[in-house]
């Protein structure tokens, strides 16, 4: 259930209540692709820094270990040890992105593992059955994710198969929520909108899946080559089409800036790779912009990544030593870098939840990008 508690101008503050417990929003989901954080951190970590809600994928965790695994061992949650909820992305976009020789048919999508090689099929009927052996707390419906900036034929005739899919995926896991040895019997779906970036396309795939009354909405293939323009042009274009009283979810996205403009269009759920991909190379998120700790002026540093921070490196690591650690290829440097920028993106969604409360959004934004601009 989705319940909005506070709206000022187009920004959001609400709660979705799941089987694995209620998630406040606007909320940015940590991506823990192969039911893992990369960069060593667990389960406990994650409940320390403040996270809601973990993002694995339905492709990678097909692959490795295989979901028949999964499901055998108790699914998703009790297999990497984390109680609250869990979204999985549908494998559409990996199926695309990854498999470097592929074919689509009405069916589904023909492909080969970037593992091992081996030909898999991936249709909306297979990415439901892997996600419900997976028992996440959200399945996201099988799409194509088509180039932000594909010719408009290409991205119409995709728009409408994306769509008959959808009605595939809301069926399949009707049914298999029905089954008796379903571990989440109240799995969630979500539809995902696309169009690239074709504001016609994208309105009118809106008002379809939206008569199909899921239990949450994407906005897909966005941050996928367009400009930051371009994307917020077309969120703004999509939201309103949405139905308010669901969640939406923007895929992928991204930047402290590109989280806060989308909040401001109406936006709830994020995720994406930046904090924890950056953190593994040493570029840690500040209040006062991006730090890349491999600067030699950082070799003699003794203050914490940012003063103030209470994440479990800012509270007792300097500069000096995590740079220190990255330069010698010790994992612990990597850990504390993911741990301080996921800490941080946690931290500034609960920033935006208690500002939107207060009715002061449009004030803590342009305060908040402008010392991420000043780099001071």
């Not at 270990?65 to 040890?81: E, T, Y």
């Not at 999985?88 to 090689?117: C, M, P, W």
């Not at 970036?197 to 996928?224: C, F, P, T």
Request: glycine share 8%; charged share 25%.
């Amino acid at each position: 259930m989705y319940r909005i508690l506070k709206k000022d101008g187009n920004a959001k503050r609400a709660e979705f209540t799941t089987v694995h417990g209620t998630v406040q929003t606007p909320v940015f989901m940590n991506v823990g692709t192969a039911a893992a954080i990369k960069g060593a951190v667990a389960a406990s970590d994650l409940e320390e820094i403040g996270t809601q809600i973990e993002l694995s994928n339905t492709y990678h965790l097909h692959v490795r270990p295989g979901d028949q695994i999964v499901k055998k061992l108790g699914g998703l949650h009790k297999f990497m040890s984390w109680n609250k909820p869990i979204l999985t992305d549908s494998g559409g976009f990996q199926v695309f992105s990854l498999a470097s020789l592929r074919k689509i048919k009405e069916e589904g999508v023909y492909f080969n593992s970037h593992v091992d090689g081996r030909k898999i099929f991936m249709g909306p009927e297979e990415s439901m059955q892997i996600q419900s052996n997976l028992a996440s707390t959200i399945a996201m419906a099988f799409d194509e994710c088509a180039p932000a900036l594909a010719e408009r034929d290409y991205v119409s005739a995709s728009v409408a198969r994306t769509t008959r899919w959808l009605a595939r995926c809301k069926a399949e896991m009707k049914r298999l929520n029905s089954l008796p040895d379903t571990i989440n019997p109240n799995q969630l779906l979500f539809g995902i909108n696309q169009g690239a970036v074709y504001e016609d396309i994208r309105i009118e795939h809106a008002k379809q899946i939206s008569e199909m009354d899921l239990d949450g909405y994407a906005i897909g293939g966005l941050a996928v080559g367009e400009s930051h323009e371009q994307m917020y042009q077309i969120i703004e274009a999509v939201v309103p089409y949405l139905p308010e009283d669901k969640p939406t979810y923007l895929m992928g996205v991204g930047t402290p800036a590109n989280i806060l403009e989308a909040v401001d269009r109406g936006v709830d759920f994020f995720d994406c790779v930046y904090p924890s991909r950056n953190g593994r190379h040493g570029h840690l998120y500040t209040n006062y912009g991006k730090i890349n700790l491999f600067n030699a002026k950082y070799e003699l540093d003794e203050r914490p990544i940012e003063v103030g921070c209470q994440c479990p490196a800012c509270r007792r690591y300097s500069r000096a030593y995590i740079r220190h650690l990255l330069k010698a290829k010790e994992m612990l440097g990597m850990r504390l870098c993911v741990l301080h920028n996921l800490y941080f993106y946690n931290t500034m969604m609960t920033e935006i939840r208690t500002a939107i409360e207060e009715g002061r959004y449009q004030a803590y934004k342009k305060e908040k990008l402008d010392k991420m601009r000043s780099g001071s």
